[in-house]
């Protein structure tokens, strides 16, 4: 019950900063009573991260299950939207952007790496191991990163009146359109090559 009102109330739209004074109030309880459950506002949060990514971590394996069967570039979009659409559910961005304790901060790091990318990139790597792919898995895992991040802190969804997950797809679209290698007659391998070198093209011998 205390970590579900925590959670209410710090991901809130439009919570700023909210205190152990706050959620005493609004469970009707004593910090007193808070505190038995939890020594400080530091294991409060952990304990509000952990539900909220497991949240995540449902949605995401949900996601993958749904797209199972369907064209690697399809499978890549519904969990970058997932991901996105979760990611800016609980303010990851703005968590590890922001000013507040340092620890939790690298906390909500390491939890959206295990949930998150650690999954994007091995999406990658499969699609890299089936032949799928024209680019390095590492660079498309790196520019995905980028852009969700980028867009789920940015003002151009308001701007475009559009949001953050209309704009992923888009970009997501855009950006691996050209690395997934195409189901039909159109741009040759060897062209998609030319223009995006693999690692191994990179190496240079003795």
Known sequence: MIVEAAGRLFFAPGSVRVSMDDLARELGMSKKTIYRHFPDKRSLLAAVLDRQFAAVERTLAAAAQDAQGQPFGVRVQRFLLAAGSELGRIGAAQLTAGR?????????????????????????RDGHRQGLLSAPPELLSEITRGALERLLTSRLPRELDRTAADLLRAGVDTVLYGAIRPAHPGIGDEQLEAVIPTARDEEVGP
């Open 100 to 124: 507040g304790d340092a620890v939790l901060r690298q906390y909500v790091e390491q939890r959206v790496d295990a949930v998150v990318y650690r999954r994007l990139d091995e999406l990658f």
